[in-house]
């Protein structure tokens, strides 16, 4: 995706990715990204949330119209839940043995 | 948005995970772990990043919607929220397709969080009607009509070469002028 977003940026369309996977948006380099912190799937905001998916679509024109450069990255202000484990699971590698161990 | 539309952090909100998940090296680990020696290479682009300003206001230019979601195969089984990852439903063609009516996109093809999201509502993917919200209300000038699908695709070269350069051309026959990607 962000492939392509480099593609139309270089023939003059304007682009704007949004994403959940930050550090592989932003390791390939785009002009604009939305980012927000939220298990993949769900770049344009939480399921069923119109108020948010509103919000999100609002900011990524907002930063179509005032990004000062290329590799623009604005976080969206959404927090997914309090608890944050969820990060933790995706592809996890299992603890090898002698860690998961009961302690002594 | 003001700060206090979305509440403000209680003073014990977790602080030892970052902002964002090192999806890089997490699929790095996960695949060395389980013994490939050549973890997948992304795209990198140190230098050079393109850049285009916008050359007129945005309500008076018209967007389109790219996605990597995929149109809904009737014969080809359980492609829903619940559906586990479907490498055989992959396309692979580039395409653009009309936005009227409503497409049917699912994501089963793709490696989003199964575990923590359940893709059932298309917007949360593929932003349908807050595109169509904003030319009601003026904010945009125009939506394509139609929107398009290019393929994930473990061959970079196939996206530079082949995919991107189709995408620009169906974009280019609508006027498209702005392209917004969700990337799933």
Known sequence: MSLTARHLEENGIATVVLGCARDIVEHCGVPRFVFSDFPLGNPCGRPFDTAMQHDIFELALRVLESAPAPRTTVQTPFVWSDDPSWKDDYDAVPLPAQQTAAPL | ?184
């Open chain 2, 1 to 184: 948005m003001p700060a206090s539309e979305y509440g403000t952090d209680s003073p014990n909100v977790d602080r030892t995970h970052k902002t964002f998940v090192d999806y890089i090296e997490r699929t790095r680990a996960y695949y060395l772990a389980r013994g490939y020696g050549n973890p997948y290479a992304y795209a990198y682009y140190r230098r050079h990043v393109p850049f285009t300003p916008l050359r007129k206001p945005l309500a008076e230019s018209r967007v389109g919607i790219v996605t990597t979601a995929a149109p809904y195969q009737p014969d080809k089984g359980d492609q829903g929220p619940q559906a586990p990852y479907r490498m055989d439903v992959k396309f692979r063609e580039a395409y653009a397709a009309p936005l009227e009516p409503a497409p049917d996109l699912r994501i089963s093809h793709l490696a989003y969080d199964r575990k923590h999201t359940v893709p059932a509502d298309l917007n949360a993917y593929f932003p349908l009607a807050q595109a169509r919200q904003a030319v009601q209300e003026g904010r945009i000038g125009s939506l394509s009509p139609r929107f398009y699908g290019v393929p994930t695709t473990y061959s970079q070269r196939a996206t530079i070469s082949r995919d991107a350069p189709f995408i620009l051309n169906e974009c280019r026959r609508d006027g498209v002028e702005i392209a917004v990607l969700p990337a799933v």
